[in-house]
């Protein structure tokens, strides 16, 4: 592992180090392409692998059998010559495919002939009353604590929302020792008659024996309710209270802890920024990239892998960086691409690893309550701004997300909209009587991480650019 790149500029760099990122990065590098991988976390995973090189769990059933699959694309990327960088922001990517990134407080510039985005995803907003008090997290936030450092809930837990990633993180907590007090399921009841359709993909598929033995796991040791269609929390100054409805019922329970979640959608901002053509997926309800068959963006040279080309899983990740990469191949050298798997053969496993999955997509649709909030709510964690702050901010001319900025400074925080976006996409298509893809989203623009006056003046400089801001 480094900590500066060797080299001014690369065949491929990828950016992110998930499964994607780690597929396609030993996949270039097995090429004898020159590749470099950068990643901001402390070593690699990304999410869904995250700690698979230094996590304190060391008993494999506690995380699953899909978690150690990290291990080998780990040894893989290590066993291939390309250079890997951790604790690496990239905060600019642009068309010519100049890549501007922050290594220990110093910003540096590298060159790419192809460039492979593998951001991932975030986690969907989730805007209920409450979400902001301390004692209210992301579920996978503690399923970082987790893998990281064995970390687990011992007081008063309540899970909410809905999802293959809530399923999962109970039945890690469980067989860590951690205490869960209530599952508040909130799938739609609809949603199971709109996914019958799909089901019998599903049934075949690797997702459903797994996703039916997970379920069951966690329904023998927690109480679990369906069908809620209220959530807020409430407290002063720190969590105190659940309340949901769910039948016609209401109910409060005290909880020290409430983790939400309600799915994943792809990690834009950094492609956004770079001018990436991106479409509002309807029935994932979130921006994804416009692509072409190997992953290619509409941007010359950029092509993105995981995640964050769409919601497909793990292992059609892998699969995804594994194309982008040989993709990349093909273009810079041509005669190296006949050793590597052919892309048939890729296409094909790809497939595979999506069957199922608009069954899942179908099935954990979020319901519009939980997606568009109103009143007091805050919709804008950065800036404070409540859904009717936005409603307001509309009525007096606000037509889209860039113009709320600036009536309300929306997604101008550290965030830089990734808490917020899609809040405020689908809260004005409302308002507006529009939809997400005519409202729009943020433009995003460089830097699109947080960044210090002192990383972006380490940048080097020549001396034309020291003499272009001297004063003659």
């Known amino acids: 592992m480094t900590v500066a790149p060797k080299r001014e500029a690369y065949d491929v760099v990828v950016i992110g180090a998930g499964p994607a990122g780690l597929a ?32 304190p769990v060391t008993e494999r059933n506690q995380l699953g059998a899909d978690y150690w699959v990290g291990a080998d694309l780990v040894q893989a990327l290590r066993a291939s010559n390309a250079e890997v960088i951790h604790r690496a922001t990239v905060w600019s990517l642009d068309r010519n495919l100049e890549i501007a990134v922050s290594i220990g407080g110093a910003s540096a510039f590298v060159k790419a002939k192809r460039v492979i985005l593998a951001t ?14 301390p004692g209210v997290m992301t579920a996978g ?22 999802g293959p990633l809530l399923w999962l993180l109970a039945a890690q907590i469980l067989r860590l020792g951690g205490r869960i007090d209530r599952i508040l399921d909130t799938t739609e009841r609809g949603n199971y008659f709109a996914a019958l359709p799909h089901a019998f993909a599903f049934l075949t598929s690797p997702y459903f024996t797994k996703g039916l033995s997970m379920m069951r796991e966690v329904k023998a040791k ?13 407290g002063d100054g720190q969590l105190a209270n659940v309340s949901y409805g769910a039948g016609g019922k209401r109910e409060a329970i005290p909880a020290d802890l409430l983790l939400l979640h309600q799915g994943v959608v792809p990690n834009v901002n950094l492609a956004m920024s770079a ?12 921006w994804s990239p416009v692509l072409d068959a190997s992953g290619n963006s509409s941007v010359a040279g950029i092509a993105i892998a995981g995640d964050g080309a769409g919601i497909g899983g793990a292992n059609a990740a892998v699969v995804r960086g594994r194309i982008a990469a040989r993709a990349a191949v093909e273009a810079l050298a041509p005669a190296v691409a006949t050793k590597l798997a052919p892309m048939a053969t890729l296409r094909a ?63 101008m925080g550290p965030c830089q909209g990734r808490l ?33 006056l002192a990383e972006l003046a380490a940048v080097p400089k020549s001396e034309a650019d020291v003499k272009a801001v001297v004063r003659g």
């Open 24 to 55: 396609a990065a030993a996949t270039s590098a097995d090429a004898g392409l020159s590749t470099l991988l950068l990643d901001e976390n402390i070593g690699p995973g990304g999410q869904v692998f995250r700690a698979i090189s230094s996590t």
């Open 120 to 133: 991932g995803a975030l986690e969907r907003p989730f805007p209920i009353p409450g979400w902001t008090l």
């Open 141 to 162: 936030a503690a399923q970082t604590m987790l893998k990281s450092s064995a970390l687990v809930p011992d007081g008063r837990t309540v899970i909410a929302g809905q």
């Open 222 to 234: 927690v109480q679990v309710v369906s069908g809620v269609t209220e959530l807020s929390a409430s």
């Open 275 to 286: 001018g990436i053509e991106h479409r509002w997926d309807d029935l994932q309800l979130c």
């Open 349 to 411: 496993d790809l497939a595979k690893a999506e069957r199922g999955r608009v069954f899942l997509d179908t099935l954990f649709r979020p319901a519009r309550q939980f997606r568009i909030p109103s009143g007091d709510t805050i919709v804008c964690r950065c800036e404070e701004v409540t859904a009717k702050d936005v409603l307001d901010a509309v009525a007096i001319g606000a037509t889209g997300p860039n113009q709320l900025k600036a009536y309300r400074r929306t997604g």
């Open 420 to 452: 917020c976006g899609l809040t405020v996409t689908e809260l004005m298509a409302q308002a507006r009587g529009k939809t997400a893809q005519e409202i729009g989203y943020y433009r995003l623009r460089a830097p699109v991480k947080p960044i210090t």
